[in-house]
């Protein structure tokens, strides 16, 4: 497997939730998982787009009172990220394509990164498609003074993250096929492959005429091992598979590159 990624012209990842729960920061359908364990939150997540729809004001008192961004936000990247990173620096790993919205991909040193179904660290305009830093806005204050941050454009701004019922950015979902079209290698880790279509993107790698190679890397299998879309399973934490890879990825380029 090592030699299928030191041999790859342009390799892509899609990673999931898996990689960041090393970082502390809790899934949420898992076996421990926030909605596994509390079904009315997710519940009420189905109902957070429509509500910036219909009330942005009221959207925006709830959303400060969030402990999952506030986990996010004292989160540090763990062995998977850096091991990515390091991928990247070799030349050999050319794009990220993350589900997770925590940043940490970013905090590790990688540089191209797609945050699919968004990023906690942005805002975003539904209008024009701006994003904003989202420590460029002092929240409470503006919220104080009977206020909402707004874009350039006038329009409300939302948090960049992708919630349920709201379509994934045009830009993104672009910018990702094109990536996974021109793959000839794509590692998939941490990832329950069932949420789409971020779960679409390893089929469109398999299926395209001229299919890369599925590297799988999860706790257990998913949808993908069962299909055969994956041509390796490796099963295992992230932390610990993907800072192997490296290594014998190493290695091999050390004896026959």
């Not at 830093?133 to 939302?158: N, Q, S, T, V, W």
Request: glycine residues 6%; aromatic residues 8%.
């Amino acid at each position: 497997m090592a030699e299928v990624l030191a041999n790859s012209v342009y390799a892509v990842a899609l990673t999931g939730a898996g990689v960041s729960t090393e970082s502390g920061i809790p899934d949420f359908r898992g076996p421990s998982g926030i909605w596994t364990r509390d079904p009315e939150a997710e519940r009420r997540a189905y109902e957070v787009y429509d509500k910036f729809l219909r009330n942005p004001v009221e959207y925006w008192m709830e959303s400060v009172k969030s402990p999952i961004r506030d986990a996010i936000e004292r989160a540090e990247p763990n062995p998977s990220h850096y091991a990515l990173a390091e991928l990247e620096k070799m030349g050999i790993l050319k794009c990220i394509i993350t589900q997770n919205v925590d940043n940490l991909h970013q905090k590790s040193g990688s540089q191209n990164v797609i945050d699919f179904h968004g990023n906690v660290s942005k805002l975003r305009c539904l209008k024009c498609g701006r994003r904003y830093p989202r420590d460029m806005f002092d929240i409470p204050k503006i919220l104080e003074e009977g206020k909402i941050p707004l874009c350039e454009c006038k329009y409300p701004l939302k948090s960049d993250v992708v919630y349920f019922n709201e379509p994934i950015p045009q830009d993104v979902y672009t910018r990702s096929v094109e990536e996974v079209v021109k793959c000839d290698v794509m590692i998939v880790a941490g990832t329950s492959a069932v949420v789409y279509p971020a779960a679409q993107l390893p089929r469109i790698a398999k299926n395209k005429p001229l299919p890369a190679s599925v590297v799988e890397i999860n706790a257990e299998p998913t949808p993908l091992t069962v299909e055969g879309i994956s041509d390796y399973f490796i099963q295992g934490k992230t932390g610990e598979v993907l800072p192997r890879i490296v290594e014998e990825v190493k290695k091999f380029l050390a004896k026959y590159k």
